[in-house]
């Protein structure tokens, strides 16, 4: 549990973790704190996007979509291993998710089953979009991966966290899939290899 860094923390610290940022326009100042709480943070979210092409994915989540307005996380991370952020505070990307989940992230603890959609992840949540079409079959180039790798490290350096405050979207809320085509099981033992 803590308050969320400040924009020129998390740039600094996805930087000092080595990964290649884009800032992306009025980023510090675009999200949704109008709309609700930012904060406190307990963790990271990873998403895949539904999307393909880096301009199209980056602009689709700084500005979002009809019903859903952006933006859709806070850095968007496309194939090339790239960060973009795209917002700083309250952003549309973990919806209602299960407060037993949240409880295990808060605890560090193995994550339970997510059956209930009955806390506001957008509060308590960092988020990643990740470029990618969710169809199993749209591969992850490795410098992706090493970039979803780098980034979750960073902010749980930062925060003092372990690997297990790092969940996907599919570990939050019933019937959510992404991100699909690599484990979060796979992914979290990385982060961790990475913060020892
Ligand atoms: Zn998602």
């Not at 923390?9 to 100042?29: F, H, P, Q, S, Y």
Request: hydrophobic share 35%; with cysteine; charged share 25%.
């Amino acid at each position: 549990m803590a308050p969320p860094m400040s924009a020129n923390g998390i740039l600094d610290a996805l930087r000092d973790e080595g990964l290649t940022v884009v800032e992306v326009g009025d980023w510090r100042t675009h999200n949704r704190n109008h709309k609700g709480p930012w904060g406190p943070v307990h963790g990271v979210m990873i998403h895949h996007t539904v999307t393909k092409g880096r301009d199209h994915t980056v602009r689709l989540c700084r500005d979002g979509r009809p019903g859903l307005p952006g933006p859709l996380c806070h850095g968007v991370i496309t194939k090339d291993g790239h960060v973009h952020l795209v917002g700083h505070g309250r952003a549309n990307h973990a919806g209602k998710g299960d407060r037993d989940v949240l409880r295990a992230v808060i605890a560090e603890k193995a994550l339970p089953h997510d059956n209930q959609a009955n806390v506001d992840g957008n509060a308590h949540f960092y988020g990643f979009e990740c470029e990618n079409l969710g169809d199993g079959e749209d591969p992850w180039p490795e410098a992706q991966l090493l970039a979803i790798e780098k980034a979750a490290a960073a902010i749980c350096r930062r925060h003092g966290w372990t690997a297990r405050s790092v969940i996907g979207h599919l570990e939050w809320q019933p019937g959510k899939v992404d991100p699909r085509g690599f484990s979060m099981k796979t992914m979290r033992a990385r982060i961790a290899e990475r913060l020892k």
